[in-house]
């Protein structure tokens, strides 16, 4: 039922959303190339919240041993990843129009790209062959190391200068108030998302782990 909650409100907010980027928010200077941000700017917030998700997550595993934090775990590193790949994307078409080039190695986009493979590697490992409850044991221990470079994403561009807007943000007069509007409409948007998205996603784990347990069974 929340995930069907969740999936009406998605619905409504993305359509929302998709509103407020094209007839309510002014045009910046850059023109209309300058909406992708209101895509691209959730998809990241989003994805470093699901990778927070994976750290608490696998924090709780260690102490508990409890699958289900196994479970939510891999369910926020899958959606996390996919966030990650479309912020990145997002950000690439954006990158092309504003600087001339899909891809600069520039600090923020340079911990970005790392931390979407830090966690593709984490997916990737979750899926070798391997003892469940050693997998799980070993999936939280790196879901925890993995979370060192989700602040050096965060603040990159306060530490080490950025041309990525984070980093130019301090020397601009700041955003109109509609683009603010703009902006919160796509966090809220892109949440109930990435929530229905979540619960879905440990519900088919909790299912897929349900089955393999009679199969086991049924061996026996």
């Known amino acids: 039922m929340k995930v069907k909650i969740l999936a009406v409100l998605a619905g409504i907010g993305l359509l929302v959303h998709q509103y407020f980027i094209w007839f309510y928010a002014p045009i910046a ?5 300058q909406k992708i941000f209101y895509m691209h700017l959730p998809c990241s917030w989003w994805a470093l919240v699901s990778f927070f998700v994976v750290f608490v997550a696998s ?18 590193a899958e959606v996390g990843v996919l966030f990650a790949s479309l912020a990145l994307l997002t950000g690439s078409v954006w990158a092309r129009a504003e600087w001339g080039h899909w891809w600069l190695w520039d600090p923020k986009l340079t911990t970005a790209l790392i ?9 990737v490992l979750r899926n070798t062959p391997m003892g469940r409850d ?31 807007p984070d980093g130019l943000a301090r020397k601009s007069s700041g955003m109109e108030v509609r683009m603010w509007h703009t902006v919160f409409t796509g966090l809220a948007a892109f949440g ?24 086991v069974w049924d061996d026996e």
Not at 154 to 161: C, D, E, H, Q, V
Request: aromatic residues 16%; proline residues 1%; hydrophobic residues 60%.
């Open 115 to 123: 931390m979407w493979y830090v966690y593709a590697g984490y997916l």
């Open 29 to 33: 200077q850059s023109g209309l190339v």
């Open 59 to 76: 924090i709780l595993y260690l102490f508990k041993r409890d699958e289900v934090f196994d479970r939510v775990a891999g369910a926020a």
């Open 192 to 215: 109930f998302v990435w929530g229905a998205m979540l619960l879905s996603r440990v519900k088919q784990l909790a299912h897929h782990a349900r089955l393999e347990a009679l199969f």
């Open 134 to 164: 050693r997998k799980a044991l070993v999936c939280a221990v790196l879901g925890i190391v993995a979370f060192l470079d989700v602040p050096l994403v965060f603040f990159s561009a306060k530490l080490w200068g950025s041309a990525h």
